[in-house]
């Protein structure tokens, strides 16, 4: 089964910097769409960034309006691991953030499935 696992975040001052990472493992036969969700209490789940053709060249890279300039998303094929390094942060930040990919797995019998990490806390004081 596939599992995405993340690391980092935590709590930080305005203006500060954070990096979260989520590794997926499991039977990958390739990753499309690798990347960070995040929800603010009382807020839906929105996109951060996200990195399309994950595992190939020629992919885009998403940002959501409000991250762009501050955050960078990253990725290390060799590891099936997507990075987000968070510079600039602001109270508005915090959130859970949420690894997310969608992924064609399996062994004798391939499915396209979307995953979630469980989360990771970030918290920016003003």
């Known amino acids: 089964q596939v599992q995405l696992v993340e690391s980092g975040g935590g709590l930080v001052q305005a203006g500060g910097s954070l990096r979260i990472s989520c590794n997926a493992s499991?039977?990958?036969?390739?990753?499309?769409?690798m990347g960070w969700y995040r929800q603010a209490p009382g807020k839906q789940r929105e996109l951060v960034a996200t990195?399309?053709?994950?595992?190939?060249?020629?992919?885009?890279?998403n940002y959501a309006d409000s991250v762009k300039g501050r955050f960078t998303i990253t990725k290390d094929t060799s590891k099936n691991q997507v990075d987000l390094q968070m510079n600039s942060l602001r109270p508005e930040d915090t959130a859970v953030y949420y690894c997310?990919?969608?992924?064609?797995?399996?062994?004798?019998?391939?499915?396209?499935?979307?995953?979630w990490g469980q989360g990771t806390q970030v918290t920016v004081s003003s």
């Open positions: 499991g039977a990958i036969v390739t990753i499309n769409t």
């Open positions: 997310y990919a969608d992924i064609l797995s399996g062994g004798s019998t391939w499915n396209q499935n979307e995953f």
């Open positions: 990195m399309t053709r994950f595992l190939l060249r020629g992919g885009s890279t």
